[in-house]
């Protein structure tokens, strides 16, 4: 990725939810599984082969899910740093 641009979040957008009620934790977690089960692009990477780089779409491609609670005078920094933070 480097190779084309050099910040590593430049398409990252981080935005925080304030969730009410009780949430179900398994249900958000599942739903965003499917999210990426169901769209290629959020599957998609770009690994460099040889002197080029190719398209790889994992079939099937886990997705790491946390929940924190922060205070809102920690937000701006947890985001940042989950923004720009690679995997």
Same mark, same amino acid.
């Given at each position: 990725?480097? @190779? +084309?641009?050099? #910040?590593?979040? %430049? +398409?990252?957008? /981080?935005?925080?939810?304030? $969730? @009410?009620?009780?949430?179900?934790?398994?249900?958000?977690?599942?739903?965003? !599984?499917?999210?990426?089960? @169901?769209?290629?692009? %959020?599957?998609?990477?770009? /690994? #460099?082969?040889?002197?080029?780089?190719?398209?790889?779409?994992?079939?099937?491609?886990?997705? /790491?899910?946390?929940?924190?609670?922060?205070?809102?005078? #920690?937000?701006?920094?947890? $985001? @940042?740093? !989950?923004?720009?933070?690679?995997?």
């Amino acid at each position: 990725m480097a @190779r +084309y641009e050099t #910040e590593a979040s %430049l +398409y990252n957008i /981080p935005i925080a939810l304030r $969730l @009410r009620g009780k949430l179900n934790i398994e249900a958000a977690q599942a739903g965003l !599984q499917e999210i990426v089960n @169901r769209h290629e692009v %959020l599957r998609t990477s770009f /690994p #460099e082969v040889g002197d080029g780089t190719i398209q790889d779409i994992a079939a099937e491609m886990e997705v /790491p899910f946390a929940m924190a609670e922060i205070r809102e005078d #920690e937000l701006d920094q947890v $985001l @940042r740093e !989950q923004a720009t933070a690679t995997i």
